[in-house]
Nanobody, 124 residues
């Protein structure tokens, strides 16, 4: 499986962006997908994840602002980001692994496949 993240860009505080993560390769069926980010001078952190059938789990600081969805037919997972703040500035990565882990484990499990990252800059 190869992952391609896209949709990053520059936006003003309070704005919105939608990131996409599209998979190619053998299959995407049954895969759990997650979004991570790494801000300037920070460690990579979990943003949220979605299981194959659509159950989602978010990091506390994005709950209510970010929404993850997936289109399995298109092999694409989306990250809709609203009410963006400068603290959301980061390179965003998507990751995937086969299987159906417990939702609370999405932030800590290892992922087998990673996209190349897309930069999101929130600045006035």
């Amino acid at each position: 499986v190869q992952l391609q993240a896209s949709g990053g860009g520059s936006v003003q505080p309070g704005g919105s962006l939608r990131l996409s993560c599209t998979a190619s390769g053998r299959t995407f069926s049954g895969y759990t997908t997650a979004w991570f980010r790494q801000g300037p001078g920070k460690e990579r952190e979990f943003v949220g994840g979605v299981r194959w059938r659509g159950s989602v789990h978010y990091a506390d600081d994005v709950k209510g602002r970010f929404t993850i969805s997936r289109d399995n037919a298109e092999k694409t997972v989306y990250l809709q980001m609203n009410s963006l703040t400068p603290a959301d500035t980061a390179v965003y990565y998507c990751a995937a692994r086969p299987g159906y882990p417990v939702l609370s484990a999405l932030r800590t499990i290892e992922y087998d496949y990673w996209g190349q990252g897309t930069l999101v800059t929130v600045s006035s």
